[in-house]
């Protein structure tokens, strides 16, 4: 991060002198931003940030001689710094940028394609919100996240259920949540005895191969969401990306259903509406977890389940990414307990189990 009043320095890397110069000048119209050089690959990427020594890159995916992973990797081995990944929007860029997430880039952005002047000033805005968010981020390597040696148990604070029960989990994550949940998932035991709904931000083009990469690596189903899927125990389902997720009941069952409503706080699917729905259908029968993310989405949600009675679990600044969305609802005072990432899934069975 840079120092308070400083300008963010940010390197923008690709392969294409236009796209150099379309991101640079995108950049540059933010007076907060200082694009302080370009590089052409991933090799040139590695000399820059050693002599420009930038605050931010964003990395093109498809170079040659050195591309977008292979020096992403070598960054966060050498000069761990946020890095945003340019990808396609592509079946086949949902998977490099799930693998760039899972390497440590910060977030994403996807690469316009057609006439490129007027394409990459649609996604200009989200960009520069995205650097100056990057700014904030926390670069940690994944040893950090690992739960650190204990001599004796944890302590634990009891678990005050006013509703005596939880029915669902309801989780919602942003920018590092990809990490996180990568994370979490995997630690929830195959015999988990209530459905999970979560809500994370990212583009309809990868929600899909992100609930597959979380099922294949998890005990218990991991899948996307769909109208009329049926919530069960053992199953997780993941808002597709460009769609509310919403909890409804048909025929006596808990399902899946889909909202094509605006975005909430500029963001869809939110947090906001999926939490809303659950307290429609659960009441306070909830464990809401809000993750690492920026802005307030899950706020508003989970203030409206707190009053229905839920717990609600906040992710501790010492793993956010980004301390964004957690400090929200802590600021509302809606959060019952706090917790670094690598405690909550036993918090959520503990909860979850009522013990």
Known sequence: MPPQGNKIKVLVVDDSALMRQFIGDILRSDSRIDVVGTARDGKDALMQIKSLKPDIVTMDVEMPVMNGLEALE??????????????????????????????????????????????IRDVGQELIEKVVAASTAKIMPRSAMSA?????????????????????????????????????????????PVPIVITQHMPKEFTSSFAK????????????GFD????????????????????KRRSGAAVCALSDAPPVLSVKPAANIMFQSVAEQYGGNVLCVILTGMGR???????????????????????????????????AKVVDEVLPLYDIPEAIVRIVRNQ
Not at 165 to 186: C, E, F, H, K, Y
Not at 213 to 224: C, G, M
Not at 228 to 247: C, D, F, Q, Y
Not at 307 to 330: D, L, N, W
């Open 228 to 247: 009329g899927l049926t919530l069960k125990a053992g199953r997780a389902v993941i808002a597709p990306g460009g769609s509310h997720l919403l909890v």
């Open 297 to 331: 989405d899950g706020t508003d949600g989970a203030i409206t389940l707190k009053k229905r009675g839920a717990y609600v679990i906040a992710e501790s600044q010492k793993t956010c990414v980004v301390y964004g969305m957690p400090k929200a609802a802590i600021d």
């Open 213 to 224: 990469r979380l099922n294949d690596s998890s005990q218990i189903e991991v899948v996307e």
């Open 148 to 192: 650190p040696a204990r001599t004796s148990p944890r302590a634990t604070q009891p678990v005050n259920l006013s509703t005596g029960r939880v029915d669902i989990v309801a989780i919602a994550s942003s920018t590092g949540g990809p990490m996180a949940l990568s994370d979490l998932m995997p630690k929830l035991p195959k015999n988990f």
């Open 74 to 119: 070598e960054i966060m081995k050498t000069t761990p710094m946020p890095v945003i990944m340019v990808s396609s929007m592509t079946q086949e860029g949902a998977e490099t940028t799930l693998k760039a997430l899972s390497l440590g880039c910060v977030d994403f952005i996807g690469k316009p394609s057609g006439t490129i002047s007027l394409n």
